[in-house]
């Protein structure tokens, strides 16, 4: 953290660059953090992620109406692997994002909305 320069954070608040990526967007720029395309998932899937601190990070899966869960469970063995799954999950990790995660962290238990692609949750759907 911190090593990110000044004029980056300038253009992604500005709604510039994505605020994942940092790849520019297309005008109209609009001030807030936002997404590229890519980034933003268009076309995925969106899953519940439940995580909890029991012996590793336990992690289960919910469909979008958050009642159904996904047959597959993950352990994690440090929160650097939840933040690592997150992002590869598209879940966006800007500063709002990051301290939603890091706050959930210190409580030991926590959940966000991901934004699967159709093969990571082809993935997830599998026994």
């Given amino acids: 953290m911190g090593s990110e320069r000044a004029s980056s954070v300038r253009q992604r608040y500005a709604g510039k660059v994505c605020c994942n990526c940092g790849r520019s967007l297309l005008p109209p720029h609009r ?18 992620l439940q995580f909890r601190f029991m ?4 992690s289960e899966f919910y469909e979008e109406d958050g009642k159904t869960a996904l ?10 692997k939840l933040f690592e799954m997150l ?8 500063i709002a994002g990051r301290h939603e995660i890091e706050e959930a962290v210190r409580k030991k238990s926590g959940g966000v ?3 699967l692609t ?3 949750y082809a993935k997830l759907s599998k026994p």
């Fill in 113 to 115: 909305w991901l934004d």
């Fill in 71 to 80: 047959p597959r469970t993950v352990l994690l063995a440090d929160e650097k």
């Fill in 31 to 48: 001030r807030g953090e936002r997404l590229c395309q890519d980034c933003a998932g268009v076309g995925g899937k969106r899953v519940f």
């Fill in 87 to 94: 992002k590869r999950g598209g879940y966006t990790l800007n």
């Fill in 55 to 58: 012996h590793g990070w336990f």
């Fill in 118 to 120: 159709g093969e990571q």
